[in-house]
């Protein structure tokens, strides 16, 4: 679902990804890493979707809280594994989020 | 595929969405407004990908730019369209890209 965050400023931090062909293990690894990120101080939510490319953009308070993530070790190792078998190619971008509007039908 | 975005910073516009039941005309909208932004001044990459919801994210040189995006006629023809057909919820989130770092397999 499309996360409600708190007014900005927040920080996004976007990550698009293009897969090998590897795929064992890693619904399984995407899953922990979702729950595990859900339970970080400073995370305020995640949003997924995949075509040809995936991009998963997780939502924070703040810098530290993003270093702190980036740091976790279990979310370390699952990149380290990610780098050699699911993942050909990503890249990952820190933005802050300084305005945003919603539309919601009735 | 992954945009390929010059060194930050920059500006993404992240628009997060959820469809209604009625697809008519909207792939071809989508294909159009595309096109459309390709051609726009500032306009660096757009990423897309949808599973339950989608993600479609532009990437642009200054907020001068998304504003005349913004501005587009055709665009906001879109997005009237949108907002009456195609989407039960959207939130759009304009975010200025501070780091990015990639992974490339070799």
Same mark, same amino acid.
């Given at each position: 679902?499309?996360?409600?965050?708190?007014?900005?400023?927040?920080?996004?931090?976007?990550?698009?990804? &293009?897969?090998?062909?590897?795929? &064992?293990?890693?619904?399984?690894?995407?899953?922990?890493?979702?729950?595990?990120?859900?339970?970080?101080?400073?995370?305020?939510?995640?949003?997924?979707?995949?075509?040809?490319?995936?991009?998963?953009?997780?939502?924070?308070?703040?810098?530290?809280?993003?270093?702190?993530?980036?740091?976790?070790?279990? %979310?370390?190792?699952?990149?380290?594994?990610?780098?050699?078998?699911?993942?050909? %190619?990503?890249?990952?971008?820190?933005?802050?989020?300084?305005?945003?509007?919603?539309?919601?039908?009735?």
């Amino acid at each position: 679902m499309i996360s409600n965050t708190p007014p900005p400023p927040y920080y996004a931090v976007i990550f698009s990804s &293009v897969r090998t062909t590897d795929c &064992v293990g890693y619904a399984e690894m995407n899953t922990l890493m979702n729950e595990l990120a859900l339970e970080q101080d400073g995370f305020l939510g995640m949003e997924n979707a995949s075509s040809e490319i995936g991009i998963s953009i997780s939502y924070w308070n703040d810098l530290e809280a993003i270093k702190r993530w980036k740091n976790n070790l279990e %979310h370390q190792e699952a990149l380290a594994e990610g780098q050699k078998r699911w993942y050909k %190619h990503y890249k990952v971008r820190i933005a802050k989020v300084e305005r945003d509007y919603e539309f919601l039908k009735k």
